[in-house]
């Protein structure tokens, strides 16, 4: 299953992607699948970003590769942050440039959307409350993130949460999924997702033994080495195998 959120008549809708058609749901894909009927050609389509969040979580230093490239070792146990909704941004969406830093880094991520409410699940039964997985860039004023010593600044700007274009449940990331980030066109970051320090399962675990999750709130799972600063102009695309390509533009 491939879900869209797509801009329908001025609202937001979520729909089935089947080759190059969107079928619209009647509500939204949390309690099961439900035609309208109605049919849109893909590519007439503006894409909205594929969640409802109420909190994005976000887990710092996932990949060793990445926790020994900032300078530090692997944590020894996950490191959790979140994004504000107000971050959240669609595909194709442009990533503002802040005028309060000169460093803004992609970080190029898998990530999850919730299906069902989750309060202490365990590791083995993550599956059932995961709907999809995406592409995320959890965008970070690097500077900013040094300077404050905790990171709510860094990552919280408007726009600094691009994800999508789609939602797909047809991948499984323990498996390694390749994931990529370009910048203009130049390779930068390249892993396979089970290189996850804390696979997805765990996350969830983890995450769920704190804070209750609801259906269409945000986790992504970290980045892997080559993070990099971006420039106003620049078009940053995160990859990952089997679900897509999410595109930006800095502005
Ligand atoms: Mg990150």
Redesign the pocket.
């Known amino acids: 299953m491939r879900l869209v959120k797509i801009w329908h008549n001025e609202n937001a809708r979520w729909g089935l992607l089947e080759d190059d058609k969107v079928k619209l749901l009647a509500g939204t894909p949390y309690e099961g699948i439900v035609l309208s009927g109605e049919v849109v050609p893909f590519e007439e389509t503006k894409l909205e970003a594929p969640c409802d969040a109420t909190k994005v979580v ?3 230093k996932n990949y060793y590769d990445h926790a020994v490239e900032l300078g530090g070792q692997a944590p020894a146990q996950p490191i959790i942050f979140m994004k504000p909704t107000t971050s959240v941004n669609r595909h194709l969406g442009e990533i503002e440039y802040p005028e309060i830093s000169d460093r803004v880094d992609y ?1 190029g ?1 898998l990530a999850f959307v919730i299906k069902k409410t989750a309060r202490k699940v365990k590791a083995a039964d993550a599956k059932d409350y995961i709907l999809g997985y995406t592409c995320l860039n ?1 965008v ?1 004023a690097r500077d900013l993130q040094q300077l404050d010593g905790q990171w709510i600044r860094a ?1 919280g700007f408007d726009t600094f949460c691009p994800l999508g274009p789609v939602l797909t449940d047809e991948v499984e990331p323990e498996k390694g999924l390749r994931i990529q980030t370009f910048l203009n066109g130049e390779l930068k970051q390249e892993s396979t997702t089970d290189k996850l320090m804390w696979p997805v399962a765990e996350l969830l675990e983890f995450i769920t033994a704190c804070m209750t999750l609801y259906p269409g709130d945000v986790v ?1 799972t ?2 892997p080495a080559g993070i990099g600063p971006m420039q106003k102009g620049d078009v940053v695309e995160v990859v990952i195998e089997g679900i897509g390509k999410l595109i930006n533009r800095i502005v």
């Open positions: 976000a887990i710092g970080e991520e959890d970070t990552k992504t970290g980045t």
